[in-house]
């Protein structure tokens, strides 16, 4: 897929990131390792052309501030447009991993956070009790759940 504008790098910086989440689950693969690789052989970055046009059109700020960090020094336009090209597709798909990866957590949390309360109030009704002593963990859990920050 061609990348021309800012809207089509973060959908395929998304999808990126999700095949990473997947190979991460699914084979054991580091996550970095296959943003790197996919990154590094995608269309957009190898190709010149495509290249140039998603450095045009799309926010390559972290990306030319990491290439001037690492002293990147360029041979000629396309050694520029295909590094920049690179390092603004892999800027974005590891934001996209991170933005996944905590979603992930709250829903996670708060799935836990449901179990916790349910169980909560079917020991409580079993036991006929009308108060309920929280400690640790399920209080903490109970007080994110009743009063959100």
């Known amino acids: 897929m061609s990348i021309s504008n800012q809207y089509e790098l973060e959908q ?8 990473a989440i997947e190979a991460q689950a699914e084979h ?13 052989g995608h269309e957009s970055v190898i190709w010149t052309y495509k290249a140039g046009l998603l450095c045009l059109e799309c926010d390559r700020d972290n990306a030319e501030y ?26 974005a ?12 957590s709250e829903e996670e949390e708060a799935e836990i956070c449901a179990e916790l309360e349910k169980e909560i109030v079917q020991i409580a009704k079993e036991e006929k009790y009308t108060e309920v002593k929280l400690e640790g963990a399920e209080l903490e859990a109970y007080i994110a759940k009743r009063f959100p920050k």
């Open 12 to 19: 395929e910086a998304i999808r990126i990131a999700k095949e």
């Open 93 to 104: 798909c590891m934001t996209a991993f991170y933005d996944l990866r905590e979603n992930e």
């Open 66 to 91: 990491q290439l001037e960090e690492i002293g990147y020094q360029f041979t000629d336009y396309s050694d520029y447009v295909t590094k920049l090209a690179y390092s603004i597709l892999f800027d």
């Open 28 to 40: 054991h693969q580091d996550a970095s390792e296959y943003i790197h690789q996919t990154c590094d």
